[in-house]
C-alpha cells in the first residue's frame, strides 16, 4: 500500500466559500476579535454533567493504531484512493485520526466524498502538545509544536476539495497552511516530506514556560513532560480561575457561559501561547 504523490509538494486546496476563504485570511489578532465577540455569544449553554466531563477528557478519541481506509463510517483495510491526482496530504495532529470524528465531520458530503485513505506513522522532529485555550466541549485540543529529535504518532489523511473545505469549517481557531521538508514516516517505510497542516491561533500551551505534549500521542525521545486532559486542563484552571481551582471547575464554568469565560478568564491561558514559528510552515493566503 502507497499513498497518491507522497514525495510531492501538495497543491494548494481550492476553497471557494467565501465565508471560510475570510476567515481562513484573517491575522490572528482579527480573528481573536471575531472569536470573543461573535463566536462563542451564539454558542448555547449546557448543564455540566460527568459524563459530558468524561467526554471531553476523552479527546482525541479513539484512534487505530494503524493505517485505514474510512468509508462512510466503515473502517476498512488500507489502499490507495482510486482518485489519487485529486487528494490532497493533510496532517492529523488530534481527533481527526478518529473514524468516529472523522466519520460525523464528513457525514453530509456526496457518497464520493466520504471516502479516505488514513496513513499512520511517525512525525520526526515536531511533537503534539494542546492549544492555550479549552474547547467549547471541555478538553485542550491538540497542536504542533517543534522538538528536535522526537518522533511522535500522527497521521496523514488523502482528502478532496470538498473534504478539505469541510474539515476547515469544523477546525474553527486553527490557520490552514503547508509544512513543507518534513518528515512524516508511515508504518510501511512511506516518507511524506510536505503535507497541509492546522495549527492553532492561540499556539501551543505552555503553562510553566515550556511546552507540554499530550499523553494520549505517543512519542519516541520526547523532550517535553507529557501531561493526560485532566492534567492539562487542571494547569488551564490554576491559570484562569485560580491556584485551587480544577479542571472540573474550568469546564463547568465553560458549559456554564464559555463566551464570558473566554473574555473574562480565557486570556490567561491564551498569554501562555508559544506560536509555531518552523521556517518550515507557510499559512494559507487566499
Known sequence: MSPPSAERTPRWPTITEPLLRERLAMDDERFTRFFLQEILPSVSRRRFTRE???RGIGYPWERPESSFVLRGAEVLPPTPPVDAAARHPLLAIG???SPQTLARKLAHLADTDRELLVLAGELHDFDIGVAAHPTAYGSMPANLFE???????????????????????????YRLGRLDGIRFVADDGTEVRSALAYVSRFGTFCPDGGPV???????RDRTAPALDQPSLLDAAARLALGPEARGTDLVRRIFEDVAGFATTHGGAVRARGRPLRSPAWTPWRP
Open 213 to 219: 505534549a499530550l499523553a494520549a500521542m505517543p512519542a
Open 52 to 54: 459530558l466531563y468524561e
Open 95 to 97: 481527533s481527526n485520526g
Open 147 to 173: 522538538s528536535p529529535g522526537t518522533a511522535v504518532r500522527a497521521a496523514i489523511l488523502w482528502v478532496t476539495d470538498a473534504q478539505l473545505t469541510q474539515l476547515a469549517w469544523t477546525e474553527l481557531t
